[in-house]
T-cell receptor
Framework: DTGVSQNPRHKITKRGQNVTFRCDPI?????LYWYRQTLGQGPEFLTY????????KSRLLSDRFSAERPKGSFSTLEIQRTEQGDSAMYLC????????????FGPGTRLLVL | GESVGLHLPTLSVQEGDNSIINCAYS??????FIWYKQESGKGPQFIID?????DKRQGQRVTVLLNKTVKHLSLQIAATQPGDSAVYFC???????????FGQGTRLTINP
C-alpha cells in the first residue's frame, strides 16, 4: 500500500495524559499536513511541513500540541495534558511538490479522551 | 467570516439516478477546489479537482462545475451506486496558501 498511513488508528486515553500519533506520508511527498476533524464537521487545518520545516501553524494548535518531522519523512503529533475537547479524528495528508495542490489523506487516528 | 459551505446537509437518491451536491464559497481569491468523499471511519478520499481558470472538469462518473460569478461549485455523480453513499466535502485552496478549507459536508444516501 503506497498511501498515507497513520498509527495508531484508535487511541483512548484519560484526561491529563500525553498521546503521540504518527503519520507516514506517500513516498517522496515533501509536503505533509495535519488536520483535526470533529463529528459532523469538515477537517480543520492544524499545521504544515515542507520537508522537515514546519512552515505554518493554525491558531487551533495550542501550546499543548507539538508536531515534528525530523527527517522530512514521517511526522509525529503530540498532545500533552489531554483534555476532553481534544477528542477528534486527527488526519494527516501529503502532497508531492511545489505546484501540486491535491492533498492525499490517511485513514486518521481517532482520539477519545475520557 | 469567509467559509466554504454546502447548501444541503443530506441528500437521498435512488440507485441509478444522478445526484448533484452543491457548495458555496465566499473567497474570490481561491484558485483551486477539490471534492472529497469520506466513508464512515475513513479519511477523506480525493474524487476530483478543478482550477479556477476552468468551469468544468469530468472524471469517471463524476463532473465538477465551477461558477465563479456566483461562487458556486457542484459535484455531479452519474448513475449512483450503493458504494457512493458517503459524506462529500468540498474544499478550497486560497491563492498563496497551503491549507485546504473544508465545508461542513453533505451526506449522500443511495436508496435501493
Amino acid at each position: 500500500d503506497t498511501g498515507v498511513s497513520q498509527n495508531p488508528r484508535h487511541k483512548i486515553t484519560k484526561r491529563g495524559q500525553n498521546v503521540t500519533f504518527r503519520c507516514d506520508p506517500i513516498s517522496e511527498h515533501n509536503r505533509l499536513y495535519w488536520y483535526r476533524q470533529t463529528l459532523g464537521q469538515g477537517p480543520e487545518f492544524l499545521t504544515y511541513f515542507q520537508n522537515e520545516a514546519q512552515l505554518e501553524k493554525s491558531r487551533l494548535l495550542s501550546d499543548r500540541f507539538s508536531a515534528e518531522r525530523p527527517k522530512g519523512s514521517f511526522s509525529t503529533l503530540e498532545i500533552q495534558r489531554t483534555e476532553q475537547g481534544d477528542s477528534a479524528m486527527y488526519l494527516c495528508a501529503s502532497s508531492p511538490r511545489e505546484g501540486a495542490k491535491t492533498q492525499y489523506f490517511g485513514p486518521g487516528t481517532r482520539l477519545l479522551v475520557l | 467570516g469567509e467559509s466554504v459551505g454546502l447548501h444541503l446537509p443530506t441528500l437521498s437518491v435512488q440507485e441509478g439516478d444522478n445526484s448533484i451536491i452543491n457548495c458555496a464559497y465566499s473567497n474570490s481569491a481561491s484558485d483551486y477546489f477539490i471534492w472529497y468523499k469520506q466513508e464512515s471511519g475513513k479519511g477523506p478520499q480525493f474524487i476530483i479537482d478543478i482550477r479556477s481558470n476552468m468551469d468544468k472538469r469530468q472524471g469517471q462518473r463524476v463532473t465538477v462545475l465551477l461558477n465563479k460569478t456566483v461562487k458556486h461549485l457542484s459535484l455531479q455523480i452519474a448513475a449512483t451506486q450503493p458504494g457512493d453513499s458517503a459524506v462529500y466535502f468540498c474544499a478550497e485552496k486560497r491563492q498563496g496558501a497551503q491549507k485546504l478549507v473544508f465545508g461542513q459536508g453533505t451526506r449522500l444516501t443511495i436508496n435501493p
